[in-house]
C-alpha cells in the first residue's frame, strides 16, 4: 500500500471545497471550509433543463472546477492539472503525484465509486486521492459521503472515464503554496465584488438572481414536465437540500463565508450581504419542502407557493449581492485581531 504521509482526511460539507482543503492543508494552509468556498467566489445559480435531461437541474455554484481555479489564482497558488483520453496514461498521473508524496485532486462521475449512497450520474464530483494499493484507492470525500473511505481501482477507473454533462477527461490537479504566500484574508474584497459583479451581470437568463427568478416561474409547472413527479420533485428537492452542501444549495455555505468576514472588515455593505444571505438559506428550505410536497401529494398549488418563495428569493439575493458589490467602492476597516 502507497499513502501519502500526514494527511488531514477531514470530509467537509461540499465535494470541491473538502478536496481543496485537504490539499492546501498539506501544503500548510488550513482555511475554513466557507472561506475557501468564498475566496473561490464559489457561489452561483443555474437553471440548466434540455432536450436530453429527464428533467431540470438547479445549481447553487460555479461550474465544477472553476472554484478551483478562481482560489488558485486569488491566492497565487501554483495549479498543475492534467487531462487525457489514456486510462493508462490518467493512472501514471495520479500515481506519479502520490509516489512523490502529494494528494492529488480527482474530477470524476461519483455514479460508479463504491462507497456512493445516491446512485445519480455527477461528472462534476471531485474527491482528494492520497494513497492506493493492488484492489483499492483511498479517497477523502464529504462528509456525507464518509470522508475517509476506498474504492475500487475498477470503481474508479470507470468514474474518471466517464463522459456526460460537466464530466473532465480523466482530470487530475495538484495545489502548491509559494513559500511567499500573501495573507489570504487580503483576497475577501475582491473574492466577494467578482462573485456578486458575475451574479447580478449573467450573460444569460438561466443564470445568477436572472436564473433563479426563472426557475420561479418554471417551477409551477413542474407537475406536468415529469412522468414520475413522486420521484423526480422529491429527488429535486434532495439535490437542493443535501447535495454537497449539508442544505440550501450553497446559501449555507456563503452565509458562513460573510459572517467569518464580518469578523475581519468593519463594513455595513458586508454586514447587509450577511443578514440578507443567512434570510435567504432558511427560505430555499422551505422551498425545496414545498417541491418535495408537490412531488409526494401532486398538488400544484405547493409548486405556487415554491414558485412564490424562489421570486423572493431573486430579489432578496439581488439585494444582498448589490451590497456586496459595494465594498469595491471603498476601503473597509480592518478590525484589529
Given at each position: 500500500m502507497t499513502t501519502v504521509m500526514d494527511i488531514d482526511a477531514r470530509g467537509t460539507r461540499h465535494c470541491e471545497t473538502t478536496t481543496l482543503g485537504v490539499l492546501l492543508r498539506h501544503q500548510g494552509?488550513?482555511?475554513?471550509?466557507?472561506?475557501?468556498?468564498?475566496?473561490?467566489?464559489?457561489?452561483?445559480?443555474?437553471?440548466?433543463?434540455?432536450?436530453?435531461?429527464?428533467?431540470p437541474f438547479l445549481g447553487g455554484r460555479v461550474r465544477p472546477f472553476d472554484l478551483t481555479r478562481n482560489l488558485a489564482t486569488r491566492l497565487g497558488l501554483e495549479l498543475l492539472v492534467q487531462e487525457t483520453t489514456s486510462p493508462r496514461k490518467a493512472w501514471e498521473n495520479v500515481t506519479a503525484s502520490i509516489d512523490a508524496g502529494h494528494p492529488v485532486g480527482l474530477q470524476l462521475d461519483s455514479y460508479y465509486l463504491d462507497y456512493f449512497g445516491s446512485k445519480v450520474h455527477f461528472g462534476g464530483h471531485v474527491v482528494a486521492m492520497y494513497g492506493y494499493d493492488d484492489d483499492n484507492?483511498?479517497?477523502?470525500?464529504?462528509?456525507?459521503?464518509?470522508?475517509?473511505?476506498?474504492?475500487?481501482?475498477?470503481?474508479?477507473?470507470?468514474?474518471?472515464?466517464?463522459?456526460?454533462?460537466?464530466?473532465?477527461?480523466?482530470?487530475?490537479?495538484?495545489?502548491?503554496?509559494?513559500?511567499?504566500l500573501p495573507?489570504?484574508?487580503?483576497?475577501?474584497?475582491?473574492?466577494?465584488?467578482?462573485?456578486?459583479d458575475a451574479f447580478l451581470h449573467p450573460p444569460i437568463a438561466n443564470l445568477g438572481h436572472r436564473g433563479?427568478?426563472?426557475?420561479?416561474?418554471?417551477?409551477?409547472?413542474?407537475?406536468?414536465?415529469?412522468?414520475?413527479?413522486?420521484?423526480?420533485?422529491?429527488?429535486?428537492?434532495?439535490?437542493?437540500?443535501?447535495?454537497?452542501?449539508?442544505?440550501?444549495?450553497?446559501?449555507?455555505?456563503?452565509?458562513?463565508?460573510?459572517?467569518?468576514?464580518?469578523?475581519?472588515?468593519?463594513?455595513?455593505?458586508?454586514r447587509t450581504g450577511h443578514t440578507l444571505y443567512a434570510e435567504a438559506a432558511g427560505l430555499w428550505t422551505e422551498a425545496a419542502a414545498m417541491i418535495k410536497k408537490a412531488g409526494e401529494s401532486g398538488d400544484a398549488q405547493c409548486l405556487v407557493q415554491a414558485g412564490s418563495m424562489l421570486g423572493a428569493l431573486s430579489r432578496m439575493e439581488r439585494e444582498a449581492m448589490h451590497a456586496l458589490s459595494r465594498l469595491g467602492s471603498g476601503t473597509p476597516s480592518r478590525i484589529q485581531p
Amino acid at each position: 500500500m502507497t499513502t501519502v504521509m500526514d494527511i488531514d482526511a477531514r470530509g467537509t460539507r461540499h465535494c470541491e471545497t473538502t478536496t481543496l482543503g485537504v490539499l492546501l492543508r498539506h501544503q500548510g494552509l488550513d482555511l475554513s471550509e466557507p472561506m475557501l468556498f468564498g475566496l473561490g467566489s464559489g457561489l452561483s445559480f443555474i437553471y440548466w433543463d434540455g432536450k436530453n435531461m429527464g428533467f431540470p437541474f438547479l445549481g447553487g455554484r460555479v461550474r465544477p472546477f472553476d472554484l478551483t481555479r478562481n482560489l488558485a489564482t486569488r491566492l497565487g497558488l501554483e495549479l498543475l492539472v492534467q487531462e487525457t483520453t489514456s486510462p493508462r496514461k490518467a493512472w501514471e498521473n495520479v500515481t506519479a503525484s502520490i509516489d512523490a508524496g502529494h494528494p492529488v485532486g480527482l474530477q470524476l462521475d461519483s455514479y460508479y465509486l463504491d462507497y456512493f449512497g445516491s446512485k445519480v450520474h455527477f461528472g462534476g464530483h471531485v474527491v482528494a486521492m492520497y494513497g492506493y494499493d493492488d484492489d483499492n484507492a483511498y479517497l477523502v470525500d464529504t462528509d456525507q459521503q464518509g470522508g475517509a473511505v476506498s474504492s475500487s481501482l475498477t470503481g474508479l477507473a470507470q468514474a474518471r472515464a466517464a463522459r456526460g454533462p460537466m464530466a473532465a477527461k480523466h482530470r487530475s490537479f495538484t495545489l502548491t503554496a509559494p513559500t511567499n504566500l500573501p495573507a489570504p484574508h487580503g483576497q475577501i474584497v475582491p473574492a466577494i465584488t467578482a462573485c456578486a459583479d458575475a451574479f447580478l451581470h449573467p450573460p444569460i437568463a438561466n443564470l445568477g438572481h436572472r436564473g433563479i427568478e426563472k426557475a420561479g416561474k418554471l417551477v409551477r409547472t413542474w407537475l406536468r414536465r415529469t412522468d414520475d413527479p413522486q420521484r423526480d420533485l422529491p429527488q429535486a428537492a434532495l439535490l437542493m437540500e443535501q447535495a454537497g452542501t449539508g442544505g440550501s444549495l450553497f446559501r449555507n455555505l456563503y452565509r458562513d463565508f460573510l459572517a467569518e468576514c464580518t469578523g475581519l472588515l468593519d463594513s455595513s455593505h458586508l454586514r447587509t450581504g450577511h443578514t440578507l444571505y443567512a434570510e435567504a438559506a432558511g427560505l430555499w428550505t422551505e422551498a425545496a419542502a414545498m417541491i418535495k410536497k408537490a412531488g409526494e401529494s401532486g398538488d400544484a398549488q405547493c409548486l405556487v407557493q415554491a414558485g412564490s418563495m424562489l421570486g423572493a428569493l431573486s430579489r432578496m439575493e439581488r439585494e444582498a449581492m448589490h451590497a456586496l458589490s459595494r465594498l469595491g467602492s471603498g476601503t473597509p476597516s480592518r478590525i484589529q485581531p
